[in-house]
């Protein structure tokens, strides 16, 4: 097949497209390296099957060249950070409102056959309700929150109106390899593996007690490979369907690095919500989707590549 992957250097969109080009499908990236990086994808430059575009999503003659002939979309590209939102909301919806709505009319233009979307859990909210289920009143807490929602609207118009088969994945708190921990927005997971290897206090927000369902980032290249070639359309929670505080995550951390150190307590951050868990029924049963790592298992690889650097 051939396919497009918007955001294909940066953490998640390198590993999907890894993934594709290892299995022998034409790939065409599309990043213009606000966060992605190119040695996330340095390792296929020789591959014949792999191409690079640098440019971003908001470049629609780029997009409608890209576009010409592909098979499918998958759709990574985004400004991902719920902090970055709330310091600048309009960038944020520039990108992931906006360039969303430029992929889905490309892929429209172009008779792409299905686009394949990274939403968020963000969406939900900070819902009481565990675990999430597909079906809930969205209740986004963050203007990235709410960009993820309406890039989501826009798939679901546009499978209907314009017959353009649409997937959103909504992820729950994606780790593993390649996720940049020095970026002042990076995730919790890969800032408390560097800290605890440095020997230096992790961070965190709030009392440690909040939850989170995590998942391996392979697992999310399986929900997304498996959402382009299966007939399903409509929206998935992608996640484990289990949740673990940030204190006992860091204990496993600890366990697994062999060094215990004591973390930093800061006040909670604004749009931050306490808890989250994926009802992951729905993927499974339409997507084929079953996580084949633990967060356990996902934290062992990704540290011991973190010691490798």
């Given at each position: 097949?051939?396919?497009?992957?918007?955001?294909?250097?940066?953490f998640i969109g390198s590993h999907i497209t890894?993934?594709?080009?290892?299995?022998?499908?034409?790939?065409?990236?599309?990043?213009?390296?606000?966060?992605?990086?190119?040695?996330?994808?340095?390792?296929?430059?020789?591959?014949?099957?792999?191409?690079?575009?640098?440019?971003?999503?908001?470049?629609?003659?780029?997009?409608?060249?890209?576009?010409?002939?592909?098979?499918?979309?998958?759709?990574?590209?985004?400004?991902?950070?719920?902090?970055?939102?709330?310091?600048?909301?309009?960038?944020?919806?520039?990108?992931?409102?906006?360039?969303?709505?430029?992929?889905?009319?490309?892929?429209?233009?172009?008779?792409?056959?299905?686009?394949?979307?990274?939403?968020?859990?963000?969406?939900?909210?900070?819902?009481?309700?565990?675990?999430?289920?597909?079906?809930?009143?969205?209740?986004?807490?963050s203007p990235y929150a709410v960009s993820k929602?309406?890039?989501?609207?826009?798939?679901?118009?546009?499978?209907?109106?314009?017959?353009?088969?649409?997937?959103?994945?909504?992820y729950f708190n994606v780790f593993g390899p390649?996720?940049?921990?020095?970026?002042?927005?990076?995730?919790?997971?890969?800032?408390?593996?560097?800290?605890?290897?440095?020997?230096?206090?992790?961070?965190?927000?709030?009392?440690?007690?909040?939850?989170?369902?995590?998942?391996?980032?392979?697992?999310?290249?399986?929900?997304?490979?498996?959402?382009?070639?299966?007939?399903?359309?409509?929206?998935?929670?992608?996640?484990?369907?289990?949740?673990?505080?940030?204190?006992?995550?860091?204990?496993?951390?600890?366990?697994?690095?062999?060094?215990?150190?004591?973390?930093?307590?800061?006040?909670?951050?604004?749009?931050?919500?306490?808890?989250?868990?994926?009802?992951?029924?729905?993927?499974?049963?339409?997507?084929?989707?079953?996580?084949?790592?633990?967060?356990?298992?996902?934290?062992?690889?990704?540290?011991?590549?973190?010691?490798?650097?």
């Amino acid at each position: 097949m051939k396919y497009v992957v918007t955001g294909g250097a940066g953490f998640i969109g390198s590993h999907i497209t890894e993934y594709l080009v290892n299995h022998g499908h034409d790939v065409t990236v599309v990043d213009n390296l606000f966060s992605g990086k190119k040695e996330n994808l340095r390792h296929l430059c020789d591959n014949p099957h792999f191409h690079f575009m640098q440019g971003s999503i908001t470049n629609t003659v780029l997009l409608k060249e890209v576009c010409r002939d592909a098979d499918g979309i998958f759709h990574q590209a985004a400004i991902p950070s719920v902090p970055r939102s709330i310091q600048d909301p309009v960038a944020t919806n520039e990108v992931n409102v906006n360039g969303t709505l430029n992929v889905l009319v490309a892929a429209r233009d172009a008779g792409v056959k299905k686009v394949v979307y990274a939403s968020s859990s963000s969406v939900y909210g900070d819902t009481p309700t565990l675990p999430k289920v597909e079906g809930m009143n969205p209740n986004p807490k963050s203007p990235y929150a709410v960009s993820k929602l309406a890039g989501e609207y826009y798939c679901r118009v546009f499978s209907e109106v314009y017959g353009t088969r649409t997937v959103a994945l909504r992820y729950f708190n994606v780790f593993g390899p390649r996720q940049d921990p020095e970026s002042q927005y990076a995730a919790v997971i890969p800032r408390f593996i560097t800290r605890t290897l440095a020997g230096q206090p992790p961070v965190i927000y709030g009392d440690g007690t909040q939850t989170r369902d995590f998942t391996y980032v392979k697992d999310v290249v399986q929900a997304n490979v498996k959402a382009m070639e299966r007939n399903a359309e409509g929206v998935f929670n992608v996640a484990y369907n289990q949740r673990i505080s940030l204190l006992a995550l860091l204990d496993i951390i600890a366990e697994e690095t062999g060094m215990h150190v004591n973390p930093v307590f800061e006040p909670p951050r604004a749009g931050d919500i306490h808890d989250s868990q994926a009802d992951i029924s729905a993927a499974q049963k339409a997507l084929g989707y079953s996580p084949e790592y633990t967060v356990e298992s996902g934290l062992k690889e990704t540290i011991a590549l973190h010691r490798k650097k």
